[in-house]
DNA sequence: GCGATCAGCT
DNA sequence: CACAGCTGATCGC
């Protein structure tokens, strides 16, 4: 289905015509704070060389792809070069939305400097587009450590380290900028509520099964109390609640009837939901046949497990269909396959409030008894199953989502609701059930749902997300008891921790700036004959930033604003990137190549020898100088990173992952290392950048907060991961009970014991 | 030819 | 390993 998606025509031009820009209020937003600034990046006239037949992907065969885009790079450069500069184009009309937007405060990312190409003859962003004007590592810098490409302090007295700190606070600082904002969107629980089903324009998105609009109907039905709020087909926890004599807060009994393998409770469920939907494993001839799960990650390949219910049911369960057998015949043996093979049963943890409500479950045709489908973020494993021939239900996600949706997979508009931030939303047929979206820090567009019921039990499923500290303080979340975590445990093994995303943005802007910079040794050696001489420029670097389809944007971001170049992304993705509408993101795009030192390349090309071939195009040639020749290729990964030595992974104690310096995961440029192969020209760096919550943060996120009960979602396929997850989750309620929720010790010391940190 | 699904491969 | 894809093959329509 990607396949046949990805060979569709991208000749999408850019929409001139774009919505308004979402609502703010979110904490580490992907988007912007800023209003869009209403420009839409014109396909350059001198782009063919990035047309859309010359990036497509190697979709004719291996090498020719390559050989053409070379082809008609090195042509265009020939023709066009004689034109003289290129990165003038489009700059002109952005100069104030350039401006303002490296001065809005609610961008945490990185640097607002943009400096000169150091590209030779060249130059560069016209001087009013720098704010403040700064020059970190052109030919002219006094040091690499000049100033501080956040508030633009004087730095060179500092050592580097000294110098590093303070950058970071002020990365830091911005953070904070963005937890203001929610406090300042709500002060209590009560009145975001209130001010929500007072608000009828964005109370209730009323919608019947057909997609047609219908009356609201929210006051009536919410207040109706308990007759309103049975839900179709059974009673069960969700009601308890609603008796009185059950105190919401009193939690931790009901976690105490939770098992240890959290979620072997489902098994019944599961069994009772549809016991023929339990299906013999590893048997080419019964029908349904597939494999077991993957193994567990992160644990030994165990031979495949038995077939058990509970297996059967969890098979299911991965995301993917990664390693499984040919379900085709299912249907019709006979046949060479057939697509209407009996759905897989839909696994217990999409499923909400008995499947009334399901998250990221579209693979399984229609689910009976759900009224409403969300989608956590637009990456295939989650939508998997949407397409433009969908039909069963509404889907709600957040606006970058929707957009996505109807631009990618032409899923039809009647289906699609799109939801707004920080607003309680009551979900049609769902039993007066609202929700409200929440960052999800991991992708653009990805959103935590948090359901309350009307007897106010609150429900939170976290998709795929990165938590932060500033997520916790989130007034959405802090303070409150959180019935249900729908937890992303993709990390939840003590091996596995990432250092601060701010701490590797920065780490990676500083490294292509000095990789920009001349070499230290040459230009001290001038330096120390002639002080004020230019120092040799070190040759065009080009920066090349592997990603799926999205994600990792904030990296190019960053980048790009450190160094002052746009960012090139293949014209085939264009429109996609500008689905997002991150007016920072929009701002800084271009299809032109030769437009921008930073390109962002699937994650496919970033290798020793993609780089090589990706830079040859560039390279000068007899009839023309380079564009650039040189070339760094940034691949984010979450595996690569080694914790410190000292870190005990063994074994450690909650506390000591809390709040020991040795869970820190610090990292700085120093820390960037090429891989092997590279070399002067040609440059590899892996760099830890997770948008997935590591060990670290999802301990954080669960002694941090007032949890009932835990489920994973990621991982359970195999028994021995579940119990280990079942083990920590554990492990933080006993924190819990005995310290409280956790808090940072910074803001423990300055606010003191028993003061709330919001 | 197109959409959907899957095996295999990063 | 697998973050989250991509690519080609196959099948039904």
């Not at 929707?402 to 047929?429: G, S």
């Not at 389809?549 to 002052?564: C, D, F, T, W, Y």
């Not at 993705?573 to 030769?594: G, I, R, V, W």
């Not at 699937?602 to 007899?622: A, D, H, R, V, W």
Request: glycine share 6%; with cysteine.
């Amino acid at each position: 289905m990607a396949g046949a998606r990805s060979k569709s025509k991208s000749t999408a031009t850019p929409k001139s015509k774009k919505p308004p820009p979402k609502p703010n209020g979110n904490i580490l937003s992907y988007f912007s704070k800023v209003p869009a600034a209403n420009q839409s990046p014109k396909p350059s006239s001198g782009a063919n060389a990035a047309s859309p037949q010359s990036l497509k992907r190697k979709s004719d065969g291996g090498l020719d792809e390559n050989e053409e885009r070379r082809a008609k790079l090195t042509k265009a450069l020939e023709d066009e070069f004689g034109t003289g500069d290129i990165n003038q184009e489009e700059e002109d009309d952005d100069d104030d939305d350039l401006r303002s937007l490296f001065e809005d405060d609610g961008e945490d990312l990185s640097s607002s400097a943009p400096i000169s190409l150091n590209t030779g003859e060249t130059p560069t962003l016209p001087a009013k587009a720098t704010s403040p004007p700064l020059d970190l590592a052109g030919p002219r810098s006094e040091a690499k450590t000049a100033d501080c490409f956040m508030c633009g302090k004087v730095l060179s007295g500092l050592s580097e380290s000294e110098a590093n700190a303070h950058v970071n606070d002020c990365l830091d600082r911005a953070g904070t900028e963005m937890q203001k904002r929610a406090e300042h969107d709500e002060i209590c629980e009560g009145q975001v509520i209130e001010a929500a089903l007072n608000n009828k324009e964005k109370e209730v998105i009323v919608i019947d099964d057909e997609g047609h609009d219908i009356k609201p109907k929210m006051d009536t039905e919410e207040s109706t109390g308990d007759a309103a709020f049975k839900l179709p087909h059974e009673e069960g926890e969700y009601f308890d609640d609603l008796d009185p004599a059950n105190d919401p807060s009193d939690y931790e009994d009901e976690e105490e009837e939770e098992d240890l393998p959290n979620q072997a409770n489902q098994l019944e469920e599961a069994e009772e939901e549809d016991p023929s939907r339990v299906e013999p494993l590893n048997s080419d001839d019964a029908p349904g046949t597939r494999v077991a799960p993957i193994a567990p990650m992160f644990l030994p390949r165990k031979p495949k497990p038995k077939p058990t219910a509970f297996t059967a049911l969890m098979d299911h369960t991965a995301e993917k269909p990664k390693g499984r057998r040919k379900r085709r015949n299912q249907a019709n043996p006979s046949e060479g396959g057939t697509p209407q093979a009996p759905p897989r049963p839909c696994p217990f943890y999409k499923k909400l409030f008995q499947g009334i409500i399901t998250v990221d479950a579209f693979r399984y045709s229609k689910i009976e008894g759900c009224n409403a489908y969300f989608l956590s973020h637009f990456h295939s494993d989650h939508y998997m199953g949407l397409s433009s021939s969908w039909c069963h239900g509404p889907i709600y996600c957040s606006r970058a989502t929707a957009n996505l949706l109807k631009l990618r997979l032409r899923v039809k508009a009647q289906y699609i609701h799109e939801l707004p931030w920080d607003t309680d939303i009551t979900i049609p047929n769902c039993n007066g059930i609202k929700v409200r979206l929440l960052d999800a820090n991991h992708c653009p567009g990805s959103a935590l749902f948090l359901f309350t019921t009307l007897a106010n039990r609150r429900v939170l499923h976290t998709g795929d997300f990165r938590a932060t500290t500033s997520m916790i303080k989130h007034p959405s979340l802090f303070g409150r008891h959180i019935h249900e975590l729908y937890l992303d445990t993709t990390y939840l093994s003590p091996k596995y921790s990432f250092p601060h995303t701010l701490d590797v943005l920065s780490a990676c802007s500083g490294l292509i700036s000095s990789l920009m910079a001349p070499k230290p040794g040459i230009a001290n050696m001038l330096r120390a004959f002639r002080p004020s001489a230019p120092a040799p420029p070190r040759g065009h670097l080009l920066v090349l930033i592997g990603t799926y389809s999205i994600g990792k944007e904030r990296l190019a971001v960053s980048i790009a604003r450190a160094i002052g170049s746009k960012i090139h992304v293949p014209e085939s993705k264009y429109p996609t990137y500008l689905a997002l509408e991150d007016p920072l993101l929009t701002s800084l795009l271009t299809t032109n190549p030769h437009n921008a030192q930073v390109h962002l390349t699937p994650l496919g090309n970033i290798s020793i020898q993609g780089l090589k071939e990706y830079l040859e195009p560039f390279l000068p040639t007899p009839r023309k100088p380079a564009s650039f020749n040189r070339i760094v290729g940034i691949k984010p990964t979450g595996w690569t990173y080694t914790p410190p030595a000292s870190r005990n992974t063994v074994n450690p104690t909650v506390r000591e992952v809390l709040n020991s310096e040795d869970w820190e995961s610090p990292y700085k440029r120093e820390d960037m290392k090429p891989v092997r192969g590279s070399n002067d020209t040609v440059a590899l760096y892996e760099v830890p950048y997770s948008e997935h919550s590591g060990f670290r943060d999802l301990t954080r996120f669960c002694c941090g907060l007032d949890i009932g009960k835990i489920i994973a979602t990621v991982g359970v396929g195999g028994e021995k991961t579940r119990r280990e997850m079942a083990a920590w989750m554990e492990k933080w309620k006993e924190d819990r009970k005995r310290f409280g929720l956790w808090r940072e010790k910074a803001v423990r010391e300055k606010e003191g014991p028993g003061t709330s940190f919001i």
